[in-house]
């Protein structure tokens, strides 16, 4: 694969997930053919595509034919994307997004079009109805590099090397809000609460509905951990804000905090935020 020094993501490692071998086969002469296109234009200018598509060549890492195949898999293995079938033995793909962890780019392929709109609610990539044109693939390879580098911006955001804020604590994140994305400000942010697979997400004057966990929200933003932080950990001083995990459903913005009483923190929006008793201890130390 090219190793360009453009600013795309310039290859996305990928599995195919599939119980029709043809589908494979179909799939894998795709991915070669545009791998090549994709080679073609590096030789001829730096340019990110050709006729628009997508600049970044694709690496198969594996082939499995269920979704068994693919959590094995998985459980050892990183990858960017994945080829994912709908219809199979014993757990569907659509059974197999909702229970994976570190979910990848997904991208359907099947022959029926009447799961678009639940794939879509569980914020997948794209959706690619069987027979798949090679444009049709590369328009998804488009989109799949374009999240990809969303991603590595943001992750390079917000990586920390210990416990303490670093001066350069990400600014905003990304939220995934019913398939589009919005940046908000993390300073903006009151609170947040668990939903199922969502995550309410509290500004000055809105809610948001966010499809995230909520130990990954809490994760992209500066955040400490009240249980093993420091006492001397500052709380109130963070331009971006500073979060903390203060009950298993609620996580707050530090410096929204207004006050304090015997069970719940009170928000600068005057909502109360109930303390939960594993953080009771830890969240008072620090108030008082």
């Known amino acids: 694969m090219s190793s360009s020094s453009l600013t795309t993501h ?91 962890a570190n979910r990848p780019q997904i991208v359907f392929v099947t022959a029926y079009q009447e799961h678009a709109a639940t794939a879509f609610e569980l914020d997948v990539t794209d959706y690619l109805v069987k027979p798949v044109s090679l444009a049709r693939l590369q328009q998804a390879i488009g989109k799949v590099s374009q999240q990809l580098a969303i991603t590595t911006m943001s992750t390079a955001d917000t990586e920390s090397p210990s416990q303490s804020v670093p001066p350069s604590a990400p600014s905003y994140v990304m939220l995934n809000l019913s398939g589009t994305k919005r940046k908000v400000l993390t300073r903006d942010i009151q609170w947040f609460e668990a939903y199922g697979n969502y995550v309410k997400v509290w500004l000055e004057d809105e ?9 990954q929200l809490l994760d992209s933003l500066p955040h400490i951990d009240l249980l093993s932080a420091p006492l001397g950990a500052p709380l109130g001083e963070h331009n971006n804000g500073l979060f903390a995990q203060v009950h298993k459903s609620f996580g707050v913005n530090l410096t929204k905090v207004k006050a304090l009483n015997a069970d719940h923190l009170i928000m600068a929006d005057d909502n109360l935020i109930k303390i939960g008793k594993t953080f009771k201890k830890s969240v008072k130390q620090r108030f008082n």
């Open 207 to 215: 809610m948001l509905l966010a499809n995230s966990s909520f130990k």
């Open 10 to 100: 310039r290859s996305i490692s990928a599995i195919i997930i599939d119980d029709e071998p043809l589908a494979h086969e179909v799939l894998l002469h795709h991915i070669q053919s545009h791998n090549h296109e994709q080679e073609q234009s590096q030789d001829k200018a730096h340019d990110q595509s050709v006729s628009g598509r997508s600049a970044a060549s694709v690496d198969i890492k594996f082939q499995g034919y269920n979704a068994t195949d693919a959590l094995k898999w998985l459980s050892e293995n990183d990858v960017d994307l994945i080829f994912l079938d709908i219809k199979m033995p014993n757990l569907t793909g659509i059974d197999l997004v909702k229970v994976l």
